[in-house]
């Protein structure tokens, strides 16, 4: 199950059982075709859209999209997210982070940081490309930069660590 904002104003839950999509409890059916680059078209009720990823923060779980030509920011929420921010606990798991790790395989294209920096959450460390596409890797939480495991152009797997932080 996802909960999906769409531009901070719509929600919609996203649930898929049984080979099945439900948007908002009710049956949903598309086709979804990816192209290159993060770009993907869509078929749904006859209609054809053109789909563009523009920006992704996979540890923050948000997105820019370009459908056609709309541009809409989304964040998705899965249950684990749900249930701690049903019992008061959002900020819990953020405020103090030990290490970034690489969310998908990629290239380092640029380091924001040095050892002894002081970080919040949010603050951009690093630039990864995937894909071809720039994703800006943000401090999921506040630290003093430890170490950095990696250097500008290295080629890095999935979940490999990138930086540790006091």
Request: glycine share 8%; charged share 25%; net charge neutral.
């Amino acid at each position: 199950m996802l909960k999906v904002t769409i531009n901070e104003q719509q929600t919609v839950d996203i649930e898929s059982t049984k080979g099945q999509t439900l948007l908002n409890g009710q049956p949903f059916q598309w086709d979804l075709v990816a192209l290159d680059n993060g770009r993907f078209h869509i078929l749904q009720n006859g209609r054809s859209y053109n789909a563009e990823v523009i920006e992704a923060d996979y540890a923050e779980k948000s997105f820019k999209l370009k459908i056609n030509q709309s541009t809409y920011t989304v964040t998705a929420k899965d249950r684990f997210d749900v249930l701690l921010e049903k019992m008061g606990m959002t900020g819990a798991a953020k405020n103090k982070v030990n290490h970034l790790k690489a969310p998908m395989p990629g290239l380092i294209w640029d380091i924001k940081v040095q050892v002894g920096d002081t970080v919040k959450a949010g603050d951009i460390v690093l630039v990864l490309v995937a894909m071809k596409m720039e994703n800006a890797l943000k401090s999921p939480g506040e630290g003093v930069v430890k170490s950095i495991k990696i250097n500008k152009g290295d080629t890095v797997d999935k979940n490999r660590t990138l930086i540790e932080f006091e």
